[in-house]
């Protein structure tokens, strides 16, 4: 219960107090945590604003009687996470957000706890996000949503963009956090350990405490998902993309041509990426319990523009498949205002003549390739989204792999869980074919 004005304001969560921020110009006014209680308190909105150069003072709720009334709404809904701008004049702004812990906050991190009712629309404003873009793509299925998320990681300061694909707005928001949250967490986790120093880590096999190094030779797959389960879930699936990839380049081994998917392709990509490339379905068998698809984009404008691969694994092939689709546009990266923006050919003629000619030798390469037509593909039967399943591959003659949580304060684990699997298995050396072929070709777009 707190007392403003001289009446009282009855809170229905006695863990929040009402906060006054006296800004520049006008007023920011909430509900917060007890910073003794959990996360988000007043301190970390203050400091998020310092980040953003917008200093702020507490003053006395008492003191604060231009909008009394919000105070009654606010308690209302109980929710920390929304505030009210209030200018000089009166008028208020609503802000809904999704308020972080911040990280040189000293209240109680670790029980950060998410808005009731959350949604991946909500504001990023306090985060360490500093910026959210979405644009939508009109194709025949209906629509494709892509988002670009900006901002650095908490600890190593690096800075890193996103991107993330849905048929909803929220959906492609969602992408684009997640993976910037397992980039920055996995940013964090290389800056704040030291090399050769033990890290402990869980035995994925042996669900046994374990040990790794940074410098270990490995294959790291990168997972988010709602639980610690469900995101070492996704991290299997991004370390069979990664494993087969390298397989398949490292044995010059040819993936099999999908054939048969032009209407298919047609009905789900924007039309400027048709006019633009030809795009090419490619299938990946592997011996996991999931289905690994890539797609290679030639530009049609340009004969020495650099062509795009993207891949993507799920034990559903349809969800792979769409997923693939999914990361053509973000590999082709349109601008934001929403028009394509081709891939500037190479200037120098030397190197335009040698990308021209790489360019042929994909042609070819993709022409050597075996055929399946997509209806086949479509009718691979889906592996059951298990761990169990998984835990008996890795524990059948394969090498080792550990689990490494990727949470920190800074990235809540009840906003998505983040996990590292990493597979300890020596790299083989890559063979020295002009550098065609290989893995270094895909590798910019694994991740
Ligand atoms: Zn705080």
Not at 169 to 182: G, M, N, Q, T
Not at 355 to 384: D, F, G, P, V
Request: hydrophobic fraction near 35%; aromatic fraction near 10%.
């Amino acid at each position: 219960m707190w007392l403003f004005g001289n009446r009282k304001l009855e809170l229905s969560n006695a863990e929040l107090r009402p906060y006054v921020l006296k800004l520049k110009e006008g007023y920011l006014i909430g509900l917060a945590y007890l910073p003794s209680i959990a996360s988000p308190c007043v301190g970390c909105i203050q400091k998020w604003l310092l980040d953003r150069q917008i200093p702020s003072t507490e003053i006395d709720i008492e003191d604060f009687k231009l909008r009394e009334d919000l105070f009654k709404k606010l308690a209302e809904e109980s929710n920390p996470h929304i505030c009210y701008e209030v200018s000089a004049d009166g008028t208020e702004t609503r802000l809904e957000n999704c308020i972080f812990p911040h990280p040189s906050c000293d209240c109680q991190k670790e029980n950060h706890q998410l808005p009731p009712n959350f949604s991946w629309n909500l504001s990023f404003a306090f985060s360490p996000l500093t910026q959210i873009k979405c644009v939508r793509y009109t194709t025949p299925m209906g629509h494709l949503w892509l988002t670009s998320v900006n901002g650095k990681a908490v600890e190593s300061g690096q800075s890193i963009r996103t991107y993330g694909t849905g048929v909803s707005k929220e959906d492609s928001r969602k992408r684009a956090i997640e993976e910037w949250l397992k980039k920055a967490s996995l940013s964090d986790f290389q800056f704040m350990h030291l090399p050769k120093r033990p890290i402990p880590a869980e035995s994925f096999q042996n669900l046994g405490a374990t040990q790794i190094r940074l410098e270990d030779p490995l294959l790291l797959g990168n997972g988010a998902g709602a639980d610690y389960s469900k995101a070492t879930l996704q991290a299997m699936y991004d370390l069979t993309k990664k494993r087969t990839l390298e397989r398949y380049s490292n044995n010059l081994k040819n993936p099999i041509l999908v054939v048969g998917s032009h209407a298919w392709l047609r009905n789900r990509m924007p039309f400027f990426m048709l006019q633009e490339y030809d795009w090419y379905i490619l299938f990946y068998p592997n011996s996991s319990p999931c289905w690994v698809v890539g797609m290679a984009g030639f530009s049609r404008l340009h004969s020495d523009a650099k062509p795009i691969f993207v891949f993507d694994s799920h034990p559903n092939i349809e969800t792979a498949l769409d997923g693939v689709i999914g990361k053509t546009l973000e590999a082709c990266r349109p601008d934001f205002d929403g028009n394509s923006k081709p891939i500037a050919p190479v200037s120098d003629s030397e190197e335009s003549e040698r990308a021209r000619q790489k360019n042929l030798w994909w042609t070819h390469w993709i022409y050597r390739c075996s055929k399946i037509s997509l209806k086949e593909l479509q009718s691979m039967e889906s592996y059951t989204e298990d761990l169990e399943l998984w835990r008996s591959y890795y524990r059948d003659g394969q090498p080792g792999v550990s689990l490494v949580p990727g949470n920190t304060t800074a990235y809540p684990r009840k906003l998505v869980s983040l996990v590292q699997a990493r597979l300890h298995e020596a790299k083989a050396p890559a063979p020295k074919v002009f550098g065609i072929g290989t893995s270094r070709d895909f590798q910019a777009n694994w991740n």
